[in-house]
């Protein structure tokens, strides 16, 4: 029963911006860190940000430093990230990922996450 469920992707020209939404079902949103990872065609999983539990501190992965903004409001069990000028290298499936009682999420492996949503596809043309 436990799901996450990832909308807001889509085509956009580059320099345009897009706000992912990642919806928790099954389980308590406020005690578990989520992640954001992409994977575009023909390359590996990469982790762009991720958001603590409890205190709610962050990572981002370099190149969207700046750009990218990942929040959560646990009252609504939906995480977000706020994508602003888009470039075509952002192009990938976006997956939201989940874990309990996690409070640095920074430190952790992505193979710890193991509550996973089916992705959105995020393109940005140029």
């Known amino acids: 029963q436990v799901q996450l469920v990832e909308s807001g992707g889509g085509l956009v020209q580059p320099g345009e911006s897009l706000k992912l939404s990642c919806t928790v079902s099954?389980?308590?949103?406020?005690?578990?860190?989520l992640a954001w990872f992409r994977q575009a065609s023909g390359k590996e999983r990469e982790e762009v940000s991720c958001?603590?539990?409890?205190?709610?501190?962050?990572y981002y992965e370099d190149s969207v430093k700046g750009r990218f903004t990942i929040s959560r409001d646990d009252a609504k069990t939906t995480a977000y990230l706020q994508m602003n000028n888009l470039r075509p290298d952002d192009t990938a499936k976006y997956y939201c990922?989940?874990?309990?009682?996690?409070?640095?999420?920074?430190?952790?492996?992505?193979?710890?996450?193991?509550?996973w949503g089916q992705g959105t596809q995020v393109t940005v043309s140029s």
């Open positions: 958001i603590s539990s409890y205190d709610s501190s962050v």
């Open positions: 990922a989940a874990v309990q009682r996690v409070r640095r999420c920074q430190f952790i492996p992505p193979e710890t996450y193991n509550i």
């Open positions: 099954g389980f308590t949103l406020a005690d578990h860190a």
